[in-house]
């Protein structure tokens, strides 16, 4: 699709396809990505709020218009959108991230997170929270005692579940769920999934109520310049990014120390770098 002549003429075949059929929902999601990876973001924004129109209650227009136009922005990704998305992509999400975006996030929480953790034990109770189709399951496992991953996709769970690692798999949404089991954790680990969240604040106090004391919390998000005026912005492919201070503001007041901040490139998008930060805190000893 890289000659123009070729991306004009894919882009106008979605167009003629709406023409055709104005309520052919594959189509509108084709044509507005096509538009948006070309950089038409108000067009998209267009191709989005048409499909609304006739597919109201369907999350995928509804997230991405916002994404696209800025419009109704939500604090974090709706838990429906995330689940339909997912369902959509477990079954190419390994290769794509892998072999065609260079994904590091898993790599780099791992890199950074053995420091801390020391040799593997298996004596921890970890929680993989958005654990994916369970990437970071094969570097967890070696010191859990009991290794937990939580997902909103099932689809993505159950690739989780044929890798082997995981003890227990929840479908769930995390921040509930890490509430709801107060001082029970010594790890949780997020990888490239705090990206569908804008505001912070209820992830870090439900994390901190449920890790022990000494526990560690590591995770990544997408990197939003110091220099902007939001502490978060949603862009236009749909995903949050944060500026550092926010985050580091964000996990001191809910109680953690020890905090750090790293820069690193997450993955490949459209032949570009995702920069982003990995964060590493911890829960005082008691």
Not at 84 to 104: G, I, M, Q
Request: some cysteine.
């Amino acid at each position: 699709l890289r000659p123009t002549s070729t991306l004009a003429s894919v882009l106008d075949a979605f167009r003629r396809c709406i023409e055709i059929d104005p309520t052919h929902a594959r189509a509108h999601y084709q044509y507005g990505y096509m538009l948006y990876i070309t950089g038409h973001t108000a067009e998209a924004a267009d191709v989005f709020r048409q499909w609304l129109t006739f597919d109201a209650a369907n999350p995928v227009p509804r997230h991405m218009l916002a994404a696209c136009s800025g419009e109704d922005v939500p604090a974090r990704a709706a838990d429906d959108y995330v689940k339909r998305t997912f369902d959509d992509f477990a079954e190419s999400f390994d290769e794509v991230l892998l072999e065609k975006l260079d994904y590091h996030a898993p790599d780099l929480l791992a890199a950074r997170l053995r420091a801390d953790l020391g040799t593997a034990q298996a004596t921890r109770i970890i929680v993989d929270a958005g654990c994916g189709t369970g990437l970071c399951g094969p570097w967890l496992k070696p010191y859990a005692q009991r290794l937990i991953g939580i997902d909103l996709s099932p689809g993505m769970l159950r690739k989780a579940d044929a890798r082997g690692d995981y003890d227990k798999l929840y479908e769930a949404e995390l921040t509930r769920f890490l509430a709801t089991y107060p001082a029970a954790f010594d790890v949780i680990v997020s990888a490239d999934t705090l990206c569908y969240f804008g505001a912070l604040e209820e992830f870090a106090a439900a994390a901190r109520r449920s890790l022990k004391a000494g526990g560690w919390l590591g995770f990544t998000v997408e990197r939003l310049d110091d220099d902007n005026p939001e502490p978060y912005r949603i862009r236009p492919h749909g995903r949050y990014a944060h500026r550092g201070d926010y985050v580091q503001a964000t996990l001191a007041a809910a109680g953690f120390s020890g905090l750090s901040l790293e820069p690193g490139v997450l993955r490949m998008e459209l032949s570009h770098p995702v920069q982003g930060w990995v964060v590493r805190a911890r829960v005082g000893d008691a």
